[in-house]
């Protein structure tokens, strides 16, 4: 040591010690990629569920078909965590209507309500086209909402606002801002 300090055998182990304590905190911090467990106080799911497929229907109607790649079930939350969601929403005719993907989503079990995060676009089958970074749908209302940045894009134009309301089909849209964009359709204002 170039110093006057003595250097004892201690010292070393007091800092190997404390590199090691770091390194695990490190370590630890770079295993929390995985959601569910990470953060002040991690909670874990009560079940993990590869490639959930859950159906929702009312009155024998099939509301919608919710598939998922990975799922956290949480039981006392009554909520289940997706990752890699896909839903298919269907009209009266048990057709799919509208197809929505995002990066992940959570479903709350007490009243089927749906949210959906991440890079959501949502298709219809007659082409309309909308993308934001979430949407949530309201299974007793049966319309989905977002406050977020969107953009609608059709074979008659292209619009983006922020915040909608609609129907899942994306038959009745209310933009609840200012519209810009182009398009051939009428449009409704002041209400």
């Known amino acids: 040591m ?26 630890m911090l770079l295993a929390c990629n995985d959601k569910p467990v990470c953060g002040p106080n991690p909670v874990l799911p009560n079940q993990i569920v590869e490639a959930l497929t859950l159906n929702e229907s009312s009155s024998g109607k099939r509301l919608y078909t919710l598939e998922a790649q990975k799922a956290y ?23 799919v209507s509208s ?8 479903i709350y079990s ?11 676009v949502v298709r219809t089958s007659d082409s309309t086209k909308l993308e934001t970074d979430s949407l949530a749908w ?3 209302r049966r319309l989905v909402r977002t406050d ?3 953009v609608i894009e059709t074979p008659k134009g292209r619009i983006a606002g922020k915040g909608l309301v609609s129907d899942a089909g ?3 849209i209310d933009i609840l801002s200012p519209v810009r964009g182009t398009s051939d359709y009428e449009f409704e204002t002041g209400k």
């Open 2 to 27: 170039i110093s006057g300090n003595r250097f004892r055998i201690e010292d070393c182990r007091s800092g190997r010690i404390a590199v090691y304590r770091l390194t695990a905190v490190f370590l």
């Open 73 to 95: 079930v949480y039981d006392p939350a009554q909520r289940i965590d997706v990752t890699g969601l896909r839903v298919l929403f269907h009209d009266e005719a048990g057709g």
């Open 99 to 106: 197809t929505l993907v995002a990066d992940e989503g959570s």
């Open 110 to 120: 007490r009243n089927e309500d749906l949210v959906a995060r991440g890079h959501v």
């Open 138 to 140: 309201s299974n007793q």
């Open 148 to 150: 977020a940045d969107l």
């Open 170 to 172: 994306l038959n009745r």
